[in-house]
């Protein structure tokens, strides 16, 4: 469990230095942040999910 919230706090963290730095209007920049953030935790919780079942 506690991996999941340092993956939750990185994507969070590194969301909102991409939403500020991104280019655009405020909406436009809030809109990106979601969207990374969302993608992050997406992503590697996919990938989590297709390595459970690869026996190593």
Do not use: C, E
């Not at 506690?2 to 809030?30: C, E, K, P, Q, W």
């Amino acid at each position: 469990m506690i991996h999941f919230l340092y993956l939750i706090a990185f994507a969070l963290f590194v969301s909102v230095a991409f939403a500020v730095f991104h280019n655009g209007t405020t909406r436009d920049r809030v809109l990106y942040g979601f969207k990374t953030f969302a993608q992050f935790v997406g992503v590697s919780l996919t990938i989590a999910w297709v390595l459970y079942f690869i026996p190593w």
